[in-house]
């Protein structure tokens, strides 16, 4: 069978957009047999997205309930992932003869949720573990701030920053200064630029007021207690090799 060269252009096109999209999600949960550490890379073209099951026991998790972390999966992550291959489809109809703010406005909001769907995924990832800090990611944090407790401060003052409001805590590897730092993110827009996060803690509301209302300083506790260090090592020496 002839095909066309605009045929072959579009393929190598489509095939392109598909791995950025793999590659970005694939850094979530060693279990699930990604070379990231990150869930199966799987040929999801743009407006088709998979939902990546929780990689943990929800009943398991100490200080954060069952209760909670279903619903933040099944309605806030699930709901990012389905706005995605929504908005995704709709950018594919828009007419050739569209005014650029109708481009405009879908672009923005497909990053929104690209970037909710991929931290999220990331949050999970490294969460389920049992909360002892060790390996490469720890290397790293002390070669930075001097000692863990140091980070950990930092990292726990920038999550009260955000309480009551929304945003994300990161500690990201900085390609730039070859070390492992803590990034504050107020929505789902901001991020570093080429850095590869390490460390992902939902700090909007949905994350933990149905266990701890008002108490983020509660929530903070439960996190650090269930953090999955193997998991964020193995994306520091990810990061590290790159």
Known sequence: MRVSRREALSG?????VALAETGGRAMANPERGAPDGGPPATESAPGKHPIAPLPFDPSKLRGLSEKLLRSHHENNYTGAV????LIQQQIGQIPRDAPPYQTGSLKREELVATNSMVLHELYFGNLGGDGKPSGT?????????????TWQQEFRQTGLSLAGGSGWVVLAFDP?????????????????AWGRPLLVMDM?????????????????DAFFQNVNWDEVSHRAEQARAK
């Open 176 to 192: 730039h200064q070859q070390g492992a730092h803590t990034y504050w993110l107020w929505d789902h827009t901001q991020s570093l």
């Open 12 to 16: 190598l096109m489509v095939g392109a």
């Open 82 to 85: 389905k706005r995605l291959n």
């Open 137 to 149: 990611a720890v290397e790293m944090v002390k070669a930075q701030y001097g000692s863990l407790e």
């Open 204 to 220: 909007y509301e949905h994350a933990y007021a149905m266990d701890y209302g008002a108490d983020a300083r509660g929530y903070l």
